[in-house]
């Protein structure tokens, strides 16, 4: 899984991550279509603020959400999720000990896709990412 990650091997051809959902969408459009659809451009507050991701409740029932929610945990799903952020270092450290390859994968997933969102950003000549935070370097 790793190598499949890392290289695009067998097949993988992309990979996007969920808390960055309005920039892997955007990501992956760009990289099949060659275009960037206008809410992409983050340097367009407006534009960018009008990203509409559908949510799916399992219930049967779809509704969308802005991307001013789309980037958080409570738009994505209805099940309350523990940032990182809000462990201490000793349950941090814990839950890096019990599943170190989740880590290691998750680490190498946020390089590629960085690496093919500055892809896309240099090709098109257009920024996708516009967050303060490098949190997505890996």
């Given amino acids: 899984a790793l190598r499949r990650v890392e290289q695009g091997a067998d097949g993988l051809a992309f990979v996007g991550l969920r808390q960055y959902y309005q920039e892997s969408v955007c990501t992956l459009v760009a990289r099949e279509t060659g275009k960037l659809p206008a809410h992409c451009n983050c340097a367009d507050k407006e534009d960018w603020g009008r990203f509409k991701a559908a949510h799916e409740d399992h ?4 509704s969308f959400s802005s991307s001013s929610k789309s980037n958080s945990n409570s738009s994505i799903s209805h099940h309350p999720r ?3 952020s809000q462990l201490s270092e000793r349950e941090l450290a814990l839950v890096k000990a019990l599943n170190p390859l989740d880590f290691e994968l998750y680490a190498a997933a ?3 896709f960085r690496r093919d969102l500055a892809e896309v950003e240099t090709r098109l000549g257009v920024r996708i990412w516009c967050r303060d935070d490098d949190s997505a370097q890996g």
Avoid: N
């Avoid at 219930?59 to 779809?62: A, D, L, T, V």
């Fill in 82 to 84: 523990t940032a990182a």
């Fill in 59 to 62: 219930s049967g029932r779809s």
């Fill in 110 to 112: 946020t390089r590629r």
